[in-house]
């Protein structure tokens, strides 16, 4: 069974498409992968055939109208009445809806985050637009999928739709094989250099601690900016920039951590109602974490009792609570991040996502 998946992205950073993929190959169906070449096209080796749009346009929103009609005539390629369509977030919603009524083939969409709600458009013209296509599609999908609980709520509330199946989004279990002690302590953030993240606060806080470095892995628009912030206040010792990594060097960096970051700020319920990779990441590693105090990330923390939660960003308040977890020590953690992490991988997740492709499955065969 041919299953033909789009996205908006080079595909080499995104896990979560990479696992859907994965999930979908390793369990006898066929996918077709498409992206582009938005921000480059490094070399990718995948088991089963993906593409790349090659992109003219400079600008994002140019971007993303080049890609609309690009992308309809490549899934067209690939499509036949006997082909599950996978949509991943609103960017390919359109070109898929169209075809899947054209061929009368069934459609899943992924919502990693809500797009609508993502920092970056806020309180400008775009935001309109993108409404206007949430609105329309969104209510006419019958199977959907999303990356949070809370997402999935939200979608509930705004459009009174079934509740989509919450596939969260973590990794893979990994061997764990002991815990380094670090004479320096390390505190990590891994992920996109952007707004919005916390970053430049975390940086801020080493003028309080002491004995530690700060390792930031990845790379991003802010990065130049991050590094001058770190300069001027005289941190820059304490600051290592590891660049943007390839998932498998991330692998190898994360468990050397003492303790890992995700401390969003809420400018978005898309951020706020998120659960980032990089949690589940650092759980996967038996690092502690200190995070935000939003639902699905501190909810995890309660639950599992892995760390600490900030009250508030400032740079004073997380250099306390880091400090916590560096002085505790990776030991006191290792029997709750083990609970953690054998209950948080996606090894949890796959039979949901199966459960949806099977359905699609018999809904073709009907068909037939």
Same mark, same amino acid.
């Given at each position: ?17 990479? $696992? ?11 996918? =077709? ?24 346009? $400079? $600008? ?19 499509? #036949?009445?006997?082909? =599950?369509?996978?949509?991943? *977030? ?8 169209? !075809? ?9 969409? *992924? ?31 019958? +199977? ?16 009174? !739709? ?14 764990? #094989? ?6 320096? +302590? ?14 430049? +606060? ?24 991050? $590094? ?29 951590? #003492? ?110």
């Amino acid at each position: 069974m041919r299953v033909v998946v789009s996205v908006f992205n080079n595909l080499y950073t995104d896990q979560r498409v990479e $696992k859907v993929c994965k999930t979908l190959y390793d369990n006898g169906y066929q996918p =077709i992968l498409i992206g582009n070449n938005w921000l480059g096209a490094p070399e990718l080796e995948r088991p089963y055939p993906f593409f790349r749009i090659g992109l003219k346009s $400079k $600008k994002l929103r140019f971007a993303y109208m080049e890609f609309q009609t690009k992308l309809y005539k490549e899934i067209q390629k690939h499509a #036949d009445n006997n082909t =599950i369509l996978l949509a991943n *977030d609103l960017e390919t919603i359109m070109p898929n809806y169209i !075809i899947s009524k054209k061929l009368g083939i069934p459609l899943v969409f *992924d919502s990693h985050e809500i797009f609508t709600e993502m920092p970056t458009i806020q309180g400008r013209w775009v935001k309109k637009v993108w409404k206007k296509i949430e609105r329309f599609f969104v209510p006419k999908i019958k +199977k959907m999928m999303t990356a949070s609980s809370s997402y999935a709520n939200w979608f509930v509330k705004e459009y009174q !739709i079934t509740r989509p199946v919450v596939v969260r989004n973590l990794p893979r279990r990994i061997k764990f #094989d002991g815990t380094p002690e670090n004479s320096k +302590k390390i505190i990590l953030y891994q992920g996109w250099l952007n707004y919005s993240r916390g970053i430049d +606060k975390a940086i801020l806080a080493m003028k309080w601690i002491d004995q530690a470095e700060l390792w930031i892995a990845g790379g991003g628009p802010l990065e130049k900016e991050f $590094k001058t912030i770190a300069k001027n206040e005289n941190v820059l010792d304490k600051v290592k920039f590891l660049g943007k990594l390839r998932p498998d060097e991330l692998r190898k960096i994360t468990p050397k951590a #003492d303790v890992g970051v995700s401390i969003e700020e809420n400018n978005g319920l898309s951020y706020f109602y998120s659960l980032p990779n990089k949690i589940s990441d650092y759980i996967q590693s038996r690092v502690p974490v200190v995070v935000s105090d939003f639902p699905e990330m501190s909810g995890i923390v309660r639950n599992f009792q892995v760390g600490e939660i900030i009250e508030n960003h400032s740079p004073e308040h997380l250099a306390e609570k880091l400090k916590i977890v560096l002085e505790k020590g990776k030991p006191a953690y290792l029997h709750n991040l083990n609970v953690a992490a054998d209950e948080l991988c996606w090894e949890n997740e796959e039979e949901k996502i199966l459960k949806i492709f099977s359905d699609c499955k018999r809904e073709l065969e009907h068909r037939h």
